[in-house]
């Protein structure tokens, strides 16, 4: 196989500051072994997150000096939603200044105490705005899911049986949507298939219940639908894509992932009642419908990034970039869930520290070790973010999130020194201990000390 490049070149540049193991030290000290804690100019490969950390491109930034700053019926609003709509079919979309709060507005409209909603897998702002509407937020993925090894080409899918049981147990009226999130950030950034899409659709309909997607990382489930499912492979990205959105009531997406901007999110409505009131809450809290909360300028930025995630080029050297990142972890021995996801990797920490129990955190403790070695930051996704409160622990996982157009090959080779050298010293990673946790989202403003 050829070598897939990054079909750009660099116009502008970032600087990294260069910090030692020592000074890394204290900083990690510092923050509590906490790497939210941490300033961004304190770290060298940032893996924390690829939502609104992707590079722009030219024609992005030119479109801001063109954002027209009128409050009702901007040009900008109007370039967005035309997009939008050649690339979706919606005609009712909705600007938001980015992805919770297009599911506050839904969840604002559809959810409410005795209120069930079925998801592959809520990402935790679905989860906490299903929960502050008072509804209850059920997990359905496909059991393949809860294997790290076990390889699925479309690992997102939904049960579409466990959806019917759930339907039949709790009642349709308890029900008012089925979302299902694409990919599947919580569960690996695994792909969901057209088929399962259909298959969940007719549910809906024997049932009577609108689906929503989450809907942020569409372009690359579009792209894995190309590579991996039967009769696909000959379609556009475009065609795809629409066919995604043609078999959804609605969607909410985060436009900071494929997008390809930093701040901004959409929702998409197909019932003009619901549309209606959806106007009304966005009027309320974001700003007229013309804008969501945005200025013209990030509407503008919008319209050329959703523009250019579709491209081919742009989605394989994607999805091939964090595979490669994948098979080079895989390779040193490290337990990634596989197949590698869209948007990230996501490592195995329980399966690489057996000695630290999960009340130890092992995810935490690879998070810190990976800043403290190498200035790398990641995310915890286990017992930090999930545990307490009586729970089972999860898996003990770190995501390496990938940032669109920002990192190159060297950088990621970097990263893949680093983890191997950080693997032959697994035997050394320290345990941690909670010394203090906030009622909510501990993972973010949590501190510990090193244990031993
Ligand atoms: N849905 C999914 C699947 C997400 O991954 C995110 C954000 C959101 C909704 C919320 O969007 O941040 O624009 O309000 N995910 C980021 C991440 C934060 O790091 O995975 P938002």
Known sequence: MKTIIEPFRIK????IRMTSREEREQILRDAHFNVFGIKARDVLVDLLTDSGTGAMSSLQWSGMMRGDESYAGAESFYRFSDKMNELTGFDHILPTHQGRASERILFELVGGPGKVIPNNNHFDTTRANVEHSGARAVDLVIHEAKTPSLRHPFKGNMDVQR??????AEGVEKIPIVMVTVTNNSGGGQPVSLANLREVRAVCDEFGIPLFLDACRFAENAYFIKQREEGQGERTIREIVRDTFDLADGATIS??????????????????????????LLILTEGFVT????????????????????????????????????????ALGFQIIEPPGGHAIYVDAGKLCPGIPS??????????????????????IGSVMFGGGGNPPPLELVRFAIPRRVYTQSHIDYVVEACGELYERRDRIKGLKIVFEPPYLRHFSARFIELR
């Open 359 to 380: 009340w130890e955190f092992p995810g935490q403790a690879l998070v810190c070790e990976l800043y403290r070695q190498a200035g790398i930051r990641t995310v915890e």
């Open 291 to 330: 804008y969501g909360g945005l200025s013209g300028r990030d509407l503008e930025a919008m319209a050329q990034g959703f523009e250019e995630v579709v491209r081919e080029d742009y989605l394989s050297y994607r999805i091939r970039s964090t595979e490669y990142l994948g098979e080079r972890l895989l």
């Open 255 to 280: 436009a900071k992932k494929d997008g390809m901007v930093n701040i901004g999110g959409v929702l998409l409505i197909r019932d003009p009642e619901l549309a209606q009131r959806a106007d009304a």
């Open 163 to 168: 959806l019917r049981d759930l339907i039949v």
């Open 12 to 15: 502008s540049v970032e600087p």
